[in-house]
């Protein structure tokens, strides 16, 4: 659940830019739920209490699955890092996952063993954390693990092992540098905070600074910092307080308290005078930045500060995005957001120039709106939209009990913080309480500083990152600021010392798993519409919302191939009103609601989805079927959202992920098979340049119909209640006379041609290696068994390729490998991010890591067993939500599996035998046919590709 001063982030969410439909005109006279009816549902109970040394325990009864969070947050972050030692927190986060003196192996292999799901730390400017969510009956082995590297952690941590520590997190910073904007952090940090501020270097650090940590360096570090009177302890889920103790008392009670630590002085920094900075990046167009620094999240300013940004530039209805984006479209993109820390905060508004248009007439209407909004305030049915949207999603977090943004985090953070876990409702007070005239006041009061302005121009860079101190890429300002996290987010991750605990609990031996419930799946109902369309429901009631998804057997594959992109920018232009209503007022209509709607696709399906608060339901519904089944399709919005296309076309050719995959699928699949498309369905800039108003009006009539359609429904209603709302919206929709529509899957797909691709992609720190091939197999296909193989080899973190290039070698910040999730034939590609210097070593390490796994060194005892229970474990946390569920069915009924088809999966896995995983790797998997990609610095890397045996071919997006 989202705390407020993650406000930006949960605004994102229920204002999506990707698609989202107007209401009908009646939908403002629906007198959606007051914000004060609805603050009603956020409650998080708690108790606590704290053991002698200091500890501090909060515990959090949720019994609605068998799992609990168990979440652990030290206060100890980059602003705690003396001079010359930046990036000292995170590195030392990264060591805290390498074992511990009574667990000495990799930390996330206990915890795959028993199923363990959103497992991962993360290191701010404030605190570092980590996280896993463990069915019930392996509470005990989470808190052996979580105690066992709080006290005793030193005797395991090895010069070996900081080493390849500092070579994993180099390659995280590379990996982050390496991104359009990927530099914005340290000018943010830098700029806006003084030499010598505690927030004035980014968390990642200096790789000088990296380099020079030593053995002694870090040890010191931990007896610093990590005591548990430095510490929050969490336990959110299927546990009780009396449980909770015993079990805390047992594996806490016996580490010393670490010394007090004194906490950094920090002051609020007011820039002397305006400051202007340009740079150059590889970015699709000019973004104009205006930024300063704000109160921390504790000052009773920062919640009015955060609802100005909302109405400034976080709202899709927002000021800025009306005047420069909607009525006189200067602009491609927009945003305000306000990020508070524990102790001082950062505001950024940002706008992206429109290709063609002059960047400093851009400045000028930013700064001119900024000024107009300060003139007149926020109205109040401006802060009633702002704080409905935030509660929406406020409310959706409860039903998560750990992981990035759930009930756990909420706790922790309060208590880390502000010294009150139910700090949230503080925080929700103030924003309920919050007037057009205070919220006018406190913005004037901290945007009438001096501002510092960074303009970033396309161009090549002048310098890198190596010797500053972060990454964030572009889109709508949310948080501008991420953690740095342990496990790769980009992809889908000198002998004993003295001093530490005795122990009192049995450490010789990890604690036995208790008895484990099974997962217990929502039971799947049915029903048809009055005109035949299939709804598929199930019934959660664990909060007041309601899921909803409207499918379309089209997706990207429908796009004509001689117009790539249609699809992207029909679903675009939908976005920008229906017959009725425009798109100003259909963004109002659904932040008034507190909706969720958007439109999204993926290779095989064209999905329209609404997130709805159960009180506002019916005109939730309303909207999602006006938007759906009246497109306005108007030619001057047309123009407005063609620009935007391109300009996410024009970013997403800057990115070295997205080139390498652009170049790979069609490679594979070859440029006629409905799969040959670039994978993010954006298209070509010489066909979204071309396509007509008619053109989207046709795609939308031969594919949006409702005889190609299926409702899903997960969330608190019943079926015979929302069948009746359905009925009057989307059931009285007839399906034309012409036949349905149908994708060319007979396509024959070319023969493997095995060879490297190179794209040159000058001053790259690292290179992007994909390695790719279409399968045999098919979606429907059995294929728990390849999956699994797929798992060993390189799906997960405890894999083979990624222990060797992550753990072992420290050249990545993460590999993997993946078979892909679509309805006809399949792909099976691997990834790996790595340094550039080790290019070719990587390709040498992967061909010789699936060599030997299809060969003589097939899956051992030990991968045979942490596959089985780690995929029959984790399924009761896979289901914790609402959306999981909706996930879950919609994956059923895609590819023809029985109802309880989940509950079956425990036995499949169970069945498999390490001869059985070996077969099938061998039939499908070889080393002899795979065509690779790397996106890389050429005059560094085609030397080491020139000596692997392959056609080395430097290619182009054009060619």
């Known amino acids: 659940m989202p705390r407020f001063h993650r406000f930006a982030l949960a605004l994102a969410v229920t204002t999506s830019l990707v698609a989202a439909g107007p209401a009908l005109a009646k939908a403002k006279a629906a007198n959606p739920a007051p914000i004060a009816d609805l603050m009603k549902a956020v409650d998080i109970p708690y108790q606590a209490f704290t053991l002698d040394n200091g500890l501090r325990v909060i515990v959090h009864e949720d019994r609605k699955a068998p799992v609990v969070a168990v979440s652990v947050w030290y206060r100890v972050g980059s602003k705690h890092e003396p001079k010359g030692k930046t990036g000292f927190a995170h590195l030392f986060e990264h060591l805290m996952f390498n074992g511990s003196e009574n667990s000495p192996g990799d930390f996330f292999e206990p915890l795959q063993q028993v199923g363990a799901t959103d497992s991962n730390g993360t290191t701010n400017v404030d605190r570092t954390n980590y996280f896993e969510t463990v069915p019930t009956g392996a509470l005990d082995r989470a808190l052996f693990l979580e105690s066992d590297r709080m006290g005793h952690l030193l005797g395991a941590v090895t010069q070996e092992k900081l080493d390849n520590q500092r070579g994993v997190v180099q390659n995280e910073k590379r990996q982050g540098d390496n991104n359009p904007y990927g530099l914005l952090r340290y000018e ?32 010191k570090w931990f007896t610093d910092n990590y005591g548990p009177n430095n510490a929050v302890l969490v336990l959110a889920g299927d546990v009780n307080v009396a449980t909770a103790k015993a079990k805390v008392q047992e594996w806490f009670g016996d580490i010393p308290r670490g010394p007090e630590i004194a906490a950094p002085k920090t002051s609020i920094p007011t820039l002397p ?116 949207s935030y509660l929406a999603g406020t409310i959706s977090g409860l039903e998560s009990v750990g992981g990035f943004g759930g009930k756990a985090v909420t706790l922790a953070e309060g208590a880390l913080y502000s010294n009150n876990p139910a700090y949230y409702k503080v925080e929700l007070d103030r924003m309920a309480k919050a007037t057009p005239e205070q919220v006018k006041a406190v913005a004037n009061k901290w945007l009438s500083r001096p501002a510092f302005s960074l303009t970033y121009t396309p161009g090549e860079r002048t310098e890198g990152g190596e010797n500053r101190g972060g990454a964030v890429t572009g889109g709508k300002v949310t948080a501008p600021v991420q953690p740095d996290r342990y496990w790769n987010e980009a992809l889908g991750d000198v002998g004993p010392d003295t001093g530490g605990a005795s122990s009192f609990a049995d450490r010789s031996q990890l604690p036995a798993v208790a008895d484990l419930k099974a997962l217990d799946f929502p039971a799947i109902e049915r029903t048809k519409l009055k005109n035949g369309v299939e709804v598929v429901f199930a019934r959660r009631t664990t909060v007041p919302t309601v899921n909803v998804a409207v499918s379309f057997d089209a997706g990207y594959a429908a796009d004509p191939h001689s117009a790539l992109g249609t699809q992207s920018l029909m679903l675009s232009l939908m976005d920008e009103g229906t017959t009725s209503l425009d798109s100003i007022a259909f963004a109002e209509a659904k932040e008034r609601l507190g909706a969720q709607i958007d439109a999204t696709a993926n290779a095989d399906e064209t999905v329209f989805s609404l997130f709805a608060l159960k009180p506002n339901l019916g005109a939730s519904l309303s909207l999602l079927a006006d938007y759906i089944r009246n497109p306005a399709f108007d030619a001057k919005e047309l123009e407005r959202v063609r620009a935007q296309q391109l300009n996410r076309l024009k970013a997403e050719l800057n990115n070295p992920n997205a080139i390498a995959s652009r170049i790979l699928t069609p490679v594979l699949y070859g440029a006629d098979h409905p799969y040959g498309i670039p994978p993010s369905g954006l298209g070509n800039a010489k066909s979204v340049a071309a396509v007509t108003q008619g053109q989207l009006a046709a795609f939308h009539a031969t594919w949006i119909r409702p005889d190609n359609a299926r409702v899903f429904v997960v969330g608190d209603t019943t079926l015979a209640e929302v069948k009746k709302q359905l009925d009057t919206t989307l059931g009285q929709w007839q399906s034309p006379a012409t036949a349905k529509p149908v994708k060319h899957f007979e396509i024959a797909i070319p023969a493997p041609k095995p060879r490297i691709l190179l794209f040159d992609r000058p001053k790259s720190p690292q290179s992007v290696i994909l390695a790719g091939k279409v399968l045999a197999a098919k979606g429907g296909d059995d294929l728990e068994v390849l999956r699994s193989a797929n798992d060993i080899f390189g799906g997960n973190f405890l894999s083979r390729f990624n222990t060797n290039l992550r753990e072992t070698k420290g050249w990545s910040y993460g590999v993997r490998s993946r078979i892909s999730g679509d309805q006809d034939r399949l792909t ?132």
């Open 188 to 219: 943010i940090f830098e700029n806006l905070f003084p030499t010598g501020h505690p927030y004035h270097h980014s968390t990642i650090g200096s790789m000088g600074d990296l380099n020079s940590a030593s053995l002694g360096d870090v040890k």
């Open 828 to 959: 099976w590609v691997a990834a790996a991010p790595v340094q550039a210097d080790r290019t070719g070593d990587s390709i040498k390490e992967l061909q010789n890591d699936l060599k030997s796994f299809l060969g003589d060194k097939g899956v051992t005892k030990e991968e045979l067993e942490r596959t089985i229970n780690g995929s029959v474990r984790e399924l009761p946390g896979s289901f914790e939500t609402s959306g999981d569920v909706l996930g879950g069915i919609r994956q059923i009924v895609k590819f023809g599996r029985p109802d309880n088809y989940y509950e079956t999966l425990p036995a499949t896995y169970e069945a498999m035998t390490a001869a059985e995983i070996d077969a099938a790797a061998r039939k499908a998997l070889s080393t002899g046919d795979l065509v690779y990609v790397v996106v890389g610095d050429a005059a560094v890397v085609k030397p080491q590709l020139d000596g692997l045996g392959l056609p080395v071919e430097t290619v182009s997006l054009d060619n």
């Open 273 to 388: 005078a305006p400051l202007a900075k340009e740079v150059k990046d590889l970015v699709p167009t000019t973004r104009i930045y205006r930024m300063w620094a704000i109160p921390g999240l504790n000052d009773p300013e920062a919640v009015p500060l955060q609802m100005a940004m909302g109405v400034l530039g976080g709202l899709s209805s927002s000021r800025l995005d009306n005047a420069l984006v909607r009525k006189d479209p200067v602009a491609v993109s927009v945003s305000a957001a306000a990020q508070p820390f524990e102790d001082a905060g950062i505001l950024l508004v940002q706008a992206d120039v429109k290709p063609g248009v002059d960047p400093k007439l851009v400045a000028s209407r930013l700064d001119a709106e900024i000024a107009s909004f300060l003139a007149s305030g926020p109205t109040a049915d401006e802060l009633q939209r702002t704080a409905a």
